[in-house]
């Protein structure tokens, strides 16, 4: 008798397992599209605090950002501002 009731518990134990693949899988696919997302979105917050530029010049590189991705970041990084800053000197 204990070794039927063993295998009755083996055999629950390995349905819940089974039917817990699924719904572990898809937590999983959510939170690898969810860090893809915030690898996407990190530049346009990194400009987006940034002291660097303002303005519309702000705002045409984050939309290069958007329609270039990771290569108009690599070439924010490189060139803004696009004008130069003026250091006045008391």
Do not use: N, Q
């Not at 979105?41 to 530029?53: A, E, H, N, Q, R």
């Not at 590189?61 to 006045?88: M, Q, T």
């Amino acid at each position: 008798m204990k070794i039927l009731s063993a295998l009755f518990t083996f055999l629950i134990v390995a349905i819940v397992i089974l039917m817990a693949i699924p719904v572990l899988s898809a937590g999983i696919g959510i939170l690898i599209v969810a860090g893809c997302f915030f690898v996407w979105f990190l530049p346009i917050l990194l400009i987006l605090g940034s002291d660097v530029t303002s303005g519309g010049e702000k705002a045409a590189w984050i939309l290069a950002i958007i329609f270039l991705s990771w290569f108009a970041w690599i070439f924010y990084f490189l060139l803004a501002p696009l004008k130069p800053r003026r250091h006045f000197r008391y």
